[in-house]
């Protein structure tokens, strides 16, 4: 399995990004798909997933203002993010994992495959 982020940028308060993660390998919709973020001196955060293909969970930081999506065709998830603010600078990371159970999904250290990250960054 591999998982390849991209879409990043440098975007003002108020704008919108959508990130890319580019999946290959046996992925079946049972998968737990997430996105994380890193910003500086900080650890890795929840985000968003999706839960086995059955729902979508966010962090209360960005709910209403991010969507998480998937397509199977393109064998492709999306993080459509409006209304950026300058807190939501960070490096952005997709994830997945095969086995993870609902109360798991927003810690970083159950998912098996990671992406490298791209970078986001909201001016003021």
């Known amino acids: 399995v591999q998982l390849q982020a991209s879409g990043g940028g440098l975007v003002q308060a108020g704008g919108s990004l959508r990130l890319s993660c580019a999946m290959s390998?046996?992925?079946?919709?049972?998968?737990?798909l997430g996105w994380f973020r890193q910003a500086p001196g900080n650890g890795r955060e929840f985000v968003a997933a999706?839960?086995?293909?059955?729902?979508?969970y966010y962090a209360d930081s960005v709910k209403g203002r991010f969507a998480i999506s998937r397509d199977n065709a393109k064998n492709t998830m999306y993080l459509q993010m409006n209304g950026l603010k300058p807190d939501d600078t960070a490096i952005y990371y997709c994830?997945?994992?095969?086995?993870?159970?609902?109360?798991?999904?927003?810690?970083?250290?159950?998912?098996?495959?990671w992406g490298p990250g791209t970078q986001v960054t909201v001016s003021s």
């Open positions: 390998g046996p992925i079946s919709r049972s998968y737990t």
């Open positions: 994830a997945a994992d095969s086995s993870l159970i609902l109360s798991s999904i927003q810690r970083d250290e159950q998912y098996d495959y």
């Open positions: 999706i839960f086995r293909n059955t729902g979508t």
